[in-house]
Nanobody, 127 residues
Framework: QVQLAESGGGLVQAGGSLRLFCAVS????????MGWFRQAPGKEREFVAA????????HYADSVKGRFTISRNAAENTMHLQMYNLKPEDTAVYSC????????????????????WGQGTQVTVSS
């Protein structure tokens, strides 16, 4: 079993930055590909960013490309989402997800691909 816990959300003005953290415990961190998803009120959950278990391959939603950076730290068993130039439309609950990955270079961008989820952290961007 894998446990995920997000932190780092908060309230920020448009144009500001936030760094989200996802702490992973329970199994071998390096065996899991990971991703970030978000869900705004009244909207469906959407993909934000994904990273392979090796950390060498990443993928982003078009809406965040060039503004967000996903990374992982094997020594600390954490994954991060650095967010720059935040916009009001980025307001949502952000959740991290993990799944076992046989191949080191694979990443996944559909929610149904993931086995484990965190509780989420709220990000609010004011205009």
């Amino acid at each position: 079993q894998v446990q995920l816990a997000e932190s780092g959300g908060g309230l920020v003005q448009a144009g500001g930055s936030l760094r989200l953290f996802c702490a992973v415990s329970g199994r071998t961190f390096s065996s899991y590909a990971m991703g970030w998803f978000r869900q705004a009120p009244g909207k469906e959950r959407e993909f934000v960013a994904a990273i392979s278990r090796s950390g060498d391959f990443t993928h982003y939603a078009d809406s965040v490309k060039g503004r967000f950076t996903i990374s992982r730290n094997a020594a600390e068993n954490t994954m991060h989402l650095q967010m720059y130039n935040l916009k009001p439309e980025d307001t949502a609950v952000y959740s991290c997800a993990a799944r076992f990955s046989r191949r080191s270079h694979d990443y996944y961008y559909t929610a149904t691909s993931y086995e484990f989820w965190g509780q989420g952290t709220q990000v609010t961007v004011s205009s």
